[in-house]
Nanobody, 113 residues
Framework: QVQLVESGGGLVQPGGSLRLSCAAS????????MTWYRRAPGKEREFVAH????????IYADSVKGRFTISRDNAKNTVYLQMNSLKPEDTAVYYC??????WGQGTQVTVSS
């Protein structure tokens, strides 16, 4: 069965960095695009970043463009989200998604001094 397991969240100060990982199993990872979403407290889930199956194409939400980088390692069945210059408004639970149906359990990112 499809499994997506996120890790790498935590508490970081404004301006800091974190790298999230999503380990995938139960499907041929290299043939699927992957997406990161987030849900901030009291808000709807929102799109963060998307990567094509080969990693050759990426799309970002305007709110994270220039600060976040999505990447993948198809040999390790893992997708990453490198987050730099973090802001308090980046505080959210971050979810890995295999479009359209499969979701991980999420990892909490808190940006606070």
């Amino acid at each position: 069965q499809v499994q997506l397991v996120e890790s790498g969240g935590g508490l970081v100060q404004p301006g800091g960095s974190l790298r999230l990982s999503c380990a995938a199993s139960g499907f041929t990872f290299s043939t699927y695009p992957m997406t990161w979403y987030r849900r901030a407290p009291g808000k709807e889930r929102e799109f963060v970043a998307h990567i094509t199956s080969t990693g050759g194409g990426t799309i970002y939400a305007d709110s994270v463009k220039g600060r976040f980088t999505i990447s993948r390692d198809n040999a390790k069945n893992t997708v990453y989200l490198q987050m730099n210059s973090l802001k308090p408004e980046d505080t959210a639970v971050y979810y890995c998604n295999r479009p359209p149906t499969y979701w991980g359990q999420g990892t909490q990112v808190t940006v606070s001094s």
